[in-house]
C-alpha cells in the first residue's frame, strides 16, 4: 500500500513565528486532504488538495503531485493551533492512508 | 446539510462486551469508511463500505469485529468481545457516489471506546 511520513513529528514554536509541514507519499495518489485533530480530539478537515496550490487565510498548501509531496503552511500562529496535523493520501482503492501526524505546540 | 453523524461520542464497555457504534453519512452520501486511531497514533483505516456491500475489509481484525450498511439506517460497526486494546477513537467518514472522480471524505466527530 502507499506509505506516507509526514515531518518533523514534533514541532514547537513561539506564538507570530511562521512554520512548514511536510506530507511524503510513496505513490501517485488521487487524492491529498490535511487535517487538523485539535487537542479534544476532533478531526477538521483543512484542505483537500491533489495538486496545486490553495490558500485559506493564514493556512495555505501546496502539492506537487509529480514529486509526491505536499506542504502545509502555517502563518502568524496563534496557540489555537496547537494539536496534530494529519496529511492523508487516497489511492484507486477509495481509502486513506494517513500519516502518523505532526504535533504542533505554540507557546504564547 | 448536517454532517457526519456518529453516536454514541463516547462509549465505555467492560472487558466481554459488545459496543456497537453507529455512523450516519451526510445527506446524499452512499459511501461510508471507518477508521481507528489508537492512543498517540494516526488513524488507520478499517473498512470501505457501501449501501449493503463490503467494498473493502482489509484494514478490520479477523476476529470479533464486523460493519455493516443497510440500505435504511446508519452504518454500524461492532465489535464483539472487547478487550482493552480496542480502547480508541473511531472515526467515520462519508464520501458521494464516485462521479468519474474521488471525492474528498468528510469525517464525523469520532466514538471514543474505553475498555474497562
Known amino acids: 500500500g502507499i506509505q506516507v511520513e509526514q515531518s518533523p513529528p514534533d514541532l514547537i514554536l513561539q506564538e507570530g513565528a511562521n512554520s512548514t509541514l511536510r506530507c511524503n507519499f510513496s505513490d501517485s495518489v488521487n487524492n491529498l486532504q490535511w487535517f487538523h485533530q485539535n487537542p479534544w480530539g476532533q478531526l477538521i478537515n483543512l484542505f483537500y488538495i491533489p495538486s496545486g496550490t490553495k490558500q485559506n487565510g493564514r493556512l495555505s498548501a501546496t502539492t506537487v503531485a509529480t514529486e509526491r509531496y505536499s506542504l502545509l503552511y502555517i502563518s502568524s500562529s496563534q496557540t489555537t493551533d496547537s494539536g496534530v496535523y494529519f496529511c492523508?493520501?487516497?489511492?484507486?482503492?477509495?481509502?486513506?492512508?494517513f500519516g502518523d501526524g505532526t504535533t504542533l505546540t505554540v507557546k504564547p | 446539510n448536517a454532517g457526519v453523524m456518529q453516536n454514541p461520542r463516547h462509549l465505555v464497555r467492560r472487558r466481554g462486551q459488545e459496543a456497537r457504534l453507529r455512523c450516519s453519512p451526510m445527506k446524499g452520501h452512499s459511501h461510508v469508511y471507518w477508521y481507528r486511531q489508537l492512543p498517540e497514533e494516526g488513524l488507520k483505516f478499517m473498512v470501505y463500505l457501501q449501501k449493503e456491500n463490503i467494498i473493502d475489509e482489509s484494514g478490520m481484525p479477523k476476529e470479533r469485529f464486523s460493519a455493516e450498511f443497510p440500505k435504511e439506517g446508519p452504518s454500524i460497526l461492532r465489535i464483539q468481545q472487547v478487550v482493552r486494546g480496542d480502547s480508541a477513537a473511531y472515526f467515520c467518514a462519508s464520501s458521494p457516489p464516485l462521479a468519474g472522480a474521488t471525492d474528498t471524505q468528510y469525517f464525523g466527530p469520532g466514538t471514543r471506546l474505553t475498555v474497562l
Open positions: 492523508a493520501v487516497e489511492g484507486n482503492a477509495g481509502k486513506s492512508t
